[in-house]
């Protein structure tokens, strides 16, 4: 069935949620976030919402929530409003013109994702051409102030039923943490994050190669989101798989990783990729490649969240997906049932569109700047 879609109206809210356990990376640590919500509302006022999760601080990607909300008001949503499309792939043609910028562009295109599936009666996994009815869910553990707190966190997370942990690192903050969670879960499978901190300095290299010895599941982005020969020249010494995530912005970039073999396991970001359209090239273009991948997360309120389980439900997801339930990251969520895992699987909502209610009371709650445009 084609349906014509109008998206005639839309609104802007910046939510502060804070999280229940701080999270330190190799550049910053966070107690609260903000991500701006968006409403696609069409002629008919059917609603559909997607998600903003850009950090406050240009310190994982260069956009803000600041920037976000520029381009938002400024740029996508004027490309959007009162333009008639039949699929959402057609969406991110509204704004082709418009450089970079992801995490905004993916928040409006997961609207309209969700907002095509509801109209068309369709789970928003389904609409993506997802397969899987339940997605496996690992968790991402921030960098703690001691080696014991680390070990209390491995512990309650393993003891909550979650097959993969990924441990992020710094300099002075890898080799050590790596081999104490190794000598208490030996058969855990366990990855390290370095949010692209390390150089080839000979210290940092003989940190990474010691990792080696591990029996890491990968080891993710050690270099700087655009050196994508470091990653190719350090794979060529280890067994471990190098994992890109701040390096694959585009379906070019992952082209270029995969002609340098600068990358063996590919982490798909919905947000990073500038949408669910662009998540699934690449997973597309990575099954092509026979390189695995899973979903990052960027402690997605419940709407990105949902978006992520969608898109991990595709079939060249096999390894686990940063798509803890709700209560990993926030006491309350946005979204009712919240995301819930057991024994570290995620079921795939049959409920059509984003598969979950939109909780608007608490939405608004914790809101701190609206904005309505119309066409
Ligand atoms: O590199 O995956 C990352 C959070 C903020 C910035 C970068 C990253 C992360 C995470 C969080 O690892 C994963 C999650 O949402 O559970
Ligand atoms: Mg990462």
Known sequence: ????????????????????????????????????????????????????????DPYYAPETVE?????????????????????????????????GNQFAKAGVDVAAWVLWSAAQGVPLAQALGGTRTEVTAGVSLGIEPTIADLLTEV??????????????????????PVRAVRADFPDLDLHVDANGIYTESVEHLAALRALDEYELTMIEQPFAPRDLLAHARLQRHLVTPICLDESVETLADLETALALEAVRVL?????????LTAARAAHDRAQRAGVPVWCGGMHEFGVGRAANVAISSLPGFSLPSDVSASDKYYAQDVIAPPVVARQGVVQVPTATGLGHDVDTELIAAHTVATLEVKA
């Open 155 to 176: 512990r309650r997370q393993v003891a909550a039923g979650y097959p993969r942990i990924k441990l992020k690192i710094a300099p002075g903050w890898d080799v050590e």
């Open 267 to 275: 982490n798909i970001k919905v947000s990073r990729m500038g949408g």
């Open 67 to 99: 920037t976000c909300w520029h381009l938002a008001e400024h740029y996508l949503l004027p490309a959007v409003l009162g333009k008639s499309w039949e699929r959402p792939e057609d969406v991110p043609q509204l704004w082709a013109k418009v450089r």
């Open 1 to 56: 069935m084609s349906t014509e879609l109008t998206v005639t109206a839309a609104r802007l809210h910046r939510v502060r949620l804070p999280l229940v356990h701080a999270f330190r990376t190799s550049s910053h640590r966070k107690t609260m976030l903000d991500h701006i919500l968006i409403e696609l509302i069409d002629g008919s006022g059917a609603v559909g919402w997607g998600e903003i999760a850009s950090s406050s």
